[in-house]
C-alpha cells in the first residue's frame, strides 16, 4: 500500500476458519490492513447479541466492516449496526445466496413459502446495507444485481475464489493402496451432496463404464441427496465405487494427489452455470486432469482439452465417454494438469487475489 497509514478493518461472522477460501481471503486482509477478525462461534440465540455487541465495540473504531459468508446469520443486527454508524463502510461477502441456494437449487424450501420470503428478505438487506459488494463470479454479480435490486451506483468487485499453492506443494500424496490401488485407473470426487454437484450423473456414468474392470471411483462426502445416491447405487447393483465420509482437508489433498482423474461439477442447476468450484481450484493446484460440466464461467477461464476436459452438464452419457477418453489416453494428456496450474497460479492464486484487494482497497 502506498500510504503508509493502513487502513483499519473488522473481519467479523460466524465462519469456517478452516475453509480454504477464507484462510487465504483472510490472511491477506490481515496482510495488507490493520485487522481485528472475531469469529463468533456460540450457537443459539446468544450468538446474534454477541455479534451485535462486538460490532458496536469494535466496528465504530473502524475504516470497514467485512461480512464474511454466511452473512445472512446477522443481517437485521448489520442493519441495527448501520442506523446509528451510517458512515463505517459495510463490505459484504456475497458468495453464497441463502434464498437461491434453499429455494432453487436445493429445493428445499418452496418458492412462495414463507421461508422463501424471509430468505429473500435477508438477502435483499444484506445488499441494501452493503457499501462494497464482493463476489467470486461476475455471473454472480449479475445474479445479485437483478434478483436483489442493487444500485447501479453500488460499489461491486470480484474477488475469485484462490488457493495458497505453497500449501499444496508442500503435502504428499497418500500411499494408502486400499483407497488408491496401483493397478486401477481411480476417478476422485469430493463434495457436498447437494443438487448442485450433480452425483448421480457420476453414478449413472459409473454404471455405463461398469464393464471397464480397470476403472474405479472414489466419492467423499456427505450431505443432502446421499441417501438418494446410496438408493440409485443399490438399485444398479455397482461395484466399482467406494463411499467415504468427509474427511480433514490435508487428508483430501494426499488423496487428490493420489487420484489418476477428478470430476468437478454436473448438476443441472442455475447456480452450478454461475460459479468455478472450489474442488475444480482444489484438483488443478495438484496438476491433476479434471472433467467438469460446461459453463460460459468456466469456459471463460478454462480452454476444452487444454486445461481441462468437459462434458455436457447432467448428461451421463457424455460423462462416461469423457472418462473412458482420458482412461485411454491419459498418458499423453498430462499436459492438460500442468497447463490447469498455469492457470491457478495466474488467475486463482493467493497473489493473483492480492493484487485485486490492492487495487479495489
Do not use: W
Request: hydrophobic residues 40%; proline residues 2%; positive net charge.
Amino acid at each position: 500500500m502506498t500510504n503508509s497509514v493502513k487502513k483499519k478493518v473488522l473481519i467479523i461472522g460466524s465462519y469456517n476458519n478452516n475453509y480454504q477460501r477464507n484462510k487465504v481471503l483472510i490472511s491477506i486482509f490481515n496482510s495488507q490492513f490493520d485487522t481485528k477478525e472475531i469469529n463468533i462461534n456460540p450457537k443459539g440465540l446468544k450468538k446474534y447479541f454477541d455479534f451485535l455487541k462486538l460490532i458496536i465495540k469494535h466496528g465504530r473504531k473502524q475504516d470497514y466492516i467485512f461480512l464474511i459468508q454466511p452473512a445472512h446469520k446477522f443481517a437485521f443486527e448489520l442493519l441495527f449496526f448501520k442506523l446509528f454508524f451510517s458512515k463505517k463502510k459495510v463490505i459484504l461477502d456475497a458468495f453464497t445466496s441463502i434464498y437461491d441456494s434453499f429455494v432453487f437449487d436445493r429445493k428445499l424450501v418452496a418458492k412462495y413459502s414463507i421461508k422463501a420470503i424471509y430468505y429473500y428478505t435477508l438477502d435483499y438487506l444484506l445488499c441494501y446495507i452493503a457499501d462494497i459488494i464482493v463476489f467470486d463470479t461476475i455471473e454472480h454479480e449479475k445474479y445479485f444485481a437483478d434478483k436483489f435490486k442493487i444500485k447501479k451506483n453500488k460499489h461491486k468487485y470480484i474477488l475469485p475464489v484462490s488457493v495458497d499453492l505453497d500449501f499444496y506443494h508442500n503435502i504428499k500424496k497418500s500411499d494408502n493402496l486400499n483407497i488408491f490401488p496401483i493397478d486401477k485407473f481411480n476417478i476422485l470426487f469430493y463434495g457436498y451432496y447437494i443438487p448442485l454437484q450433480g452425483i448421480e450423473y457420476i453414478i449413472k456414468a459409473a454404471n455405463i463404464l461398469a464393464k471397464e474392470k480397470n476403472i474405479r471411483f472414489i466419492l467423499i462426502g456427505s450431505g443432502q441427496t446421499r441417501q438418494e445416491i446410496n438408493k440409485i447405487c443399490k438399485e444398479l447393483e455397482l461395484n466399482n465405487i467406494c463411499f467415504f465420509d468427509r474427511i480433514p482437508f490435508e487428508d483430501l489433498i494426499s488423496y487428490i494427489k493420489a487420484a489418476d482423474l477428478c470430476l468437478g461439477i454436473f448438476g443441472k442447476t442455475d447456480k452450478a452455470k454461475r460459479v468455478i468450484p472450489n474442488k475444480v481450484l482444489d484438483y488443478m493446484a495438484c496438476n491433476k486432469i479434471v472433467i467438469s460440466g460446461r459453463s460460459e464461467v468456466m469456459e471463460e477461464f478454462f480452454e476444452d482439452n487444454h486445461d481441462i476436459v468437459y462434458s455436457d452438464m447432467a448428461d451421463a452419457e457424455d460423462l462416461a465417454k469423457k472418462i473412458l477418453f482420458v482412461y485411454n489416453n491419459h498418458l499423453s494428456l498430462e499436459y492438460i494438469g500442468s497447463n490447469a496450474r498455469s492457470k491457478i497460479s495466474k488467475h486463482f492464486s493467493k497473489e493473483s487475489l492480492q493484487n485485486k484487494i490492492n487495487k479495489y482497497f
